[in-house]
């Protein structure tokens, strides 16, 4: 068989990012001696760089140095010469029309992508109209149709926590290796997806009377305020177990200590989808129940439980203790 070369360009976020796994390993099935190139929005790195079936990554500073025009070309020209002119097929999520045009000038042999402005570019415009496949991942794997000739196997995202190598997570995985460590993150980028701090708080005080240690993770200023506001309601011995990551992991770390928690209680975000390429069960708190059959992890295919109404803290933690149990 022919190795071919396949381009998969995800400019955007860290979910995003990981539900684009499930196209990366239909790829590796139907050509299982292919190169799966990935270009990725420079934070999110880490998200691609371990997924199953990515060899090579590619990252794009859209905030950097590749900002702009002349960002842009500054991109183009330093993509490695061997690559150009010969990738077989380039799959751009999202339609995002930097990757279109990428895409086009690498010389991309097939170039699939959703409807856009720059459907001229592409040698075939997907839209989705099989109504059965609501999943955001599924939306990215059917852009596989135009190139294999068939519906894509649903398969769950695969995230390769063993490649990392990161000692702050040792030492933290060393430090607790004997307690019940259950993970939280409360905190997007959106506010009216968070946990209510006082919601949190309860979830934190009774994982911790349950003898659990809490694991907090996020990032950015807002969830260092969040953390703050919750760390000033607990008292000095829940504070003890209360071990608050923000900020303090890279995603490659943030994947070995989710695998060694014992489960995840997460709002809607990329850390939720992550826990589910670690395999680790997950309680995911959906505030906005119309993203469900976009966004929510599913049961067939992880061990989670999504909660949609009832948010009190201890319906929360029971229902996580369900699934670990």
Known sequence: ?????????????????LLTNALCQNLKIDYPNSKIIFIVNKPFYEAAFYQYGVDEVY?????????????????LNTFPEKYKHKIDAAFIIYANERGILLSYLLGSKQRISGPRNLDFLLTDVYKNNLPDR?????????????????IPQILPIRYDWQRVNDSFADELKEKYKNEEVIGLCAVSKKVEKDIPVNTAVDIVKRLIKDNKTVF?????????????????????????????????TSIGALAVLLKFCKGLISI????????????CPVCAIFYQTYMLKRWAPRKELYNSVVITENYSA??????????IN
Not at 60 to 67: A, Y
Not at 220 to 246: M, P, Q, W
Not at 314 to 323: A, C, F, G, P
């Open 134 to 150: 609501t999943y955001m991942q599924d939306a990215d794997m059917d852009l596989l149709i135009p190139y294999i000739k068939k």
């Open 216 to 248: 907090f993770f996020g990032n950015g200023d807002r969830t260092v305020e969040y953390s703050k506001k919750l760390s000033e309601l607990l008292t000095i011995d829940e504070k003890a177990k209360f071990i608050n990551l923000t900020n303090k």
């Open 314 to 323: 201890d319906n929360i933690v029971e229902n996580l203790y369900k699934i």
């Open 1 to 17: 068989m022919d190795e071919k070369i396949f381009l998969i360009i995800n400019l955007s976020f860290f979910g995003d990012v």
């Open 59 to 75: 990252e794009f500073d859209k905030k950097g140095e590749n900002k702009g025009v002349l960002g842009f070309f500054k991109f």
């Open 268 to 279: 809607d975000t990329g850390t939720m989808h992550l826990a589910c390429a670690v395999r």
